[in-house]
């Protein structure tokens, strides 16, 4: 089946190149375009698309804001959000909506595509890499009110996933994550996705900037519990 895609941009001419460079994959459909947030409900009701490719920077309704709005939607489809910053507070700020990671409108046509088709698939397009420098460049240390509430969400999580989730903060893979915790992948997926639900996130970046608000709070109640390394 498919990939039904929708392109959020202001510039025609974006939107034309990344309609030409991603319509010519066998597996994309872009089903629908438009120039300014304002519009994107409207689209998606008439579309129904599968992942959302959304600018920042919009002169009307800005995709910060329309990715807050359209993932606060049941059964919203993923976001991958397009900025000419490898990491600000934009970018931050839309990963916290529920935005599935971001990509550079310089990237080459070929990782566009593969990061289209890896939000489609739910796995957030953000590398352990990345996810690392985006918590040490763009975010500040937390309020201690944000920092409270945060470690508090992740204290309500069992001894197992609150390892897990740790792991995720520190930006590794399930591969890395079963490794270190002598666990299996899918066992590493199924804790992911309880963590998921009982703390009503969208993916595993949100579960990331959790455990980043939660610093230092859970880095010095993990060296006492000898869990963080």
Do not use: C, W
């Not at 991603?22 to 129904?48: H, K, M, S």
């Not at 590493?188 to 996705?193: D, E, F, I």
């Not at 009982?198 to 993990?222: F, S, T, Y």
């Amino acid at each position: 089946m498919s990939i039904r895609l929708i392109i959020v941009d202001d510039d025609p001419l974006v939107r034309t190149g990344l309609t030409f460079m991603l319509g010519g994959a066998d597996d994309i459909e872009i089903v629908g375009e438009a120039a300014d947030g304002a519009e994107v409900p409207a689209l998606i009701e008439r579309t129904a698309p599968d992942v959302v490719l959304m600018d920042i920077r919009m002169p009307g309704v800005d995709g910060l804001t329309a990715t807050e709005t359209l993932r606060r939607r049941r059964g919203a489809p993923e976001v991958l959000v397009l900025t000419t910053f490898h990491a600000d507070e934009q970018v931050l700020r839309a990963l916290r909506a529920g935005a599935a990671g971001f990509i550079l409108k310089d990237t080459p046509p070929v990782e566009i595509v593969t990061a289209v088709r890896r939000v489609a698939a739910g796995d957030p397009v953000l590398s352990p890499a990345v996810t690392r420098q985006l918590m040490t460049h763009v975010a500040e240390a937390p309020a201690g009110s944000r920092r409270n509430t945060a470690a508090g969400r992740l204290g309500s999580l069992a001894e197992r996933e609150r390892e897990v989730a740790l792991a995720v903060g520190r930006g590794q893979s399930n591969a890395e994550i079963a490794a270190g915790l002598y666990m299996s992948v899918p066992t590493v997926k199924a804790h992911v996705s309880r963590i998921l639900a009982k703390l009503g996130l969208n993916n595993r970046v949100q579960i990331a900037l959790l455990v980043h608000d939660a610093d230092p709070a859970m880095e010095e109640d993990g060296a006492r519990n000898g869990d963080v390394r």
